[in-house]
């Protein structure tokens, strides 16, 4: 059974950056044709697509977050992060993590963590 | 980017009901459109890929359609349990861009 969970400082300072993980089970985040991918949404607001990170090490961002955005991947502990730097109250959203394959949607995510940004 | 559009923004209906909810794209995007449905406090669910794909476990009442750039998601006869909001994704360049979501209430 495939699971997603993230984790991570829930409150971040303005300017500092944004920091989270997301821990697969169930299957190998090096399994080929999956994009694991970060997603937020504001309170109150549609989703907004961040990026994915693919095995083999080719990652995409949204071009809005792109200077300030990076996704990893750590295969020995089947996990994959997000770092948003130089962060401000317009970043605080709840961040999910999920798996897509290929082009055919997210099947899986995680269950979503709320980042409140604060000076 | 490409820029997606839901109508409705938000729409009440009665179970037992039709609904019909429509994403437009700003440009073509064959056929890379998918469906998924949040419930407040929770994750999206993937409910259709690839316009018409039924996800595996989603109930044969959602059905999704179109081509091109104008799509739709149809619930053939809504149950109390499908009062959620919905947001369409197109998967076809990156950025996989989202509707803006349609609210599904009780009438």
């Known amino acids: 059974q495939v699971q997603l969970q993230e984790s991570g400082p829930r409150l971040v300072k303005t300017s500092q950056t944004l920091s989270l993980t997301c821990t697969v089970s169930?299957?190998?985040?090096?399994?080929?044709?999956?994009?694991w991918t970060w997603i937020r949404q504001h309170p109150g607001k549609g989703l907004e697509w961040i990026g994915y990170?693919?095995?083999?090490?080719?990652?995409y961002y949204t071009p809005s977050l792109r200077s300030r955005v990076s996704v990893s991947v750590d295969t020995s502990k089947n996990q994959f992060s997000l770092q948003l730097r130089s962060v401000s109250v317009a970043d605080t959203a709840v961040y999910y993590c999920?798996?897509?394959?290929?082009?055919?949607?997210?099947?899986?995510w995680g269950q979503g963590t709320l980042v409140i940004i604060s000076s | 980017d490409i820029q997606m559009t839901q109508s409705p923004s938000s729409l009440s209906a009665s179970v037992g009901d039709r609904v019909t909810i429509t994403c437009r794209a700003s440009?073509?995007?064959?056929?890379?459109l998918n469906w998924y449905q949040q419930k407040p406090g929770k994750a999206p669910k993937l409910l259709i890929y690839?316009?018409?794909s039924l996800q595996s476990g989603v109930p044969s009442r959602f059905s999704g359609s179109g081509s091109g750039a104008q799509f739709t998601l149809t619930i053939s006869s809504l149950q109390a349990e499908d009062f959620a909001t919905y947001h369409c994704?197109?998967?076809?360049?990156?950025?996989?861009?989202f509707g803006q979501g349609t609210r599904l209430d009780i009438k």
């Open positions: 994704q197109q998967s076809y360049m990156t950025p996989h861009t």
């Open positions: 440009r073509t995007i064959s056929d890379y």
């Open positions: 690839r316009t018409s």
């Open positions: 169930g299957v190998s985040i090096s399994s080929g044709g999956y994009y």
């Open positions: 990170t693919l095995h083999g090490g080719s990652n």
């Open positions: 999920a798996r897509a394959y290929d082009t055919m949607g997210a099947d899986y």
